[in-house]
């Protein structure tokens, strides 16, 4: 009977996790869930199988949102009453955009890029992904405290091999840890020894123009023309497209941001952001351009290519994507990971 009733807690506990994860709208440093079990166990079925659900009836998430939107609005002492209507204009419209495209699915090139990619590349066979400890939470900013334990106590140096439309660096350390700042945390604290390089691949080639003088352009010519090599702390840091990722025997640490398969520069915002366009038409043809690489592909990629992973975090990091994708991305990358 203990038995149960402790079971019954633990069960209760994740399934509060996992929902508050999956139905965050972005997170700016608030207080937020994280979610553990490995790739492929039940709890890693659970979390496809709701996405999955979530998918499927999407406006139903949606609706929901909207309705705690305009709650939040009316309870909020802050704001006078003209500030109360603007801001409910405001979610009305956003509201009204993601109505429009509530069966919006990938631009077609990205379906010709996965049947191009799929008749190229022929998985071997065995995914490197299964079994693995795995991590995973709304803010980037998750990966920090367990990614320092998990270097503090490996014996050897390992790699970091990163999913990111963001690099996630500062020349320096920042004072304050956050999404944006924490690998400059780790690269430059005492457990750097412990990193062997750090490879951060994405749908495009990342803009590395803040730092021209990081740059280590010998090691670029070795590595290839599609390539950025930034040295933090001495720290080589590979900046790379995801369809070019080489194949990477050594340890190393996945560290996953769906939003690598997206344009960096969207805009960071509470609740995601999208275009808005006078027509359906311009609305989804506009928003498409936002989707950069199919999440199919992405995972398929590191499933395949990186072949000795000892741990798997994924950041959902929503409030840098595209709303209008959110739930497509995050089933279709996890799914595949999981396969
Ligand atoms: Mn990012």
Request: aromatic content about 10%.
């Amino acid at each position: 009977m203990m038995f149960l009733f402790t079971w019954g807690i633990v069960i209760s506990k994740m399934a509060k996790e996992l929902e508050s994860i999956l139905k965050s709208i972005g997170n700016f440093g608030k207080d937020f869930d994280v979610f553990r079990c490995r790739v492929g166990d039940t709890d890693f079925m659970e979390l496809i199988e709701r996405l999955g659900v979530m998918l499927s009836s999407r406006m139903e998430f949606e609706n929901q949102n909207y309705l705690d939107r305009l709650k939040e609005i009316d309870d909020d002492k802050s704001m006078n009453d003209e500030r109360k209507r603007c801001n409910k204009e405001l979610s009305e419209r956003f509201y009204r955009i993601i109505s429009l495209t509530s069966n919006i699915n990938y631009p077609p090139t990205l379906g010709y890029q996965l049947e191009k990619f799929l008749e190229e590349n022929h998985s071997n066979g065995k995914n490197h992904m299964l079994g693995l400890p795995f991590q995973i939470a709304d803010p980037h900013v998750h990966v920090y405290p367990t990614m320092v334990e998990l270097l503090k106590n490996s014996k050897d140096p390992v790699t970091i091999v990163r999913f990111d439309a963001h690099h996630d660096c500062h020349e320096k350390k920042k004072k304050k840890v956050s999404s944006g700042s924490y690998m400059s945390h780790i690269l430059f604290s005492s457990i750097r020894n412990k990193i062997n390089r750090v490879i951060t691949a994405s749908g495009e080639r990342i803009s590395s123009g803040l730092f021209e003088d990081l740059r280590d352009r010998e090691e670029e010519e070795k590595f290839g023309k599609n390539c950025k090599v930034l040295r933090f702390n001495d720290i080589a840091h590979y900046l790379i497209n995801i369809l070019d990722l080489p194949v990477i025997e050594e340890p190393s640490i996945l560290d996953i941001d769906i939003d690598g398969c997206e344009y960096a520069w969207g805009e960071a915002r509470y609740g995601g952001h999208c275009l808005a366009r006078p027509s359906l038409s311009c609305l989804e043809y506009d928003n498409h351009e936002n989707v950069i690489v199919h999440p199919e592909i992405a995972a398929r990629i590191l499933r395949d290519r990186v072949k000795n992973p000892e741990m798997i975090f994924v950041a959902l990091e929503r409030v840098y994507r595209n709303r209008l994708f959110w739930l497509k991305e995050e089933f279709d990358f996890l799914e595949t990971l999981g396969k």
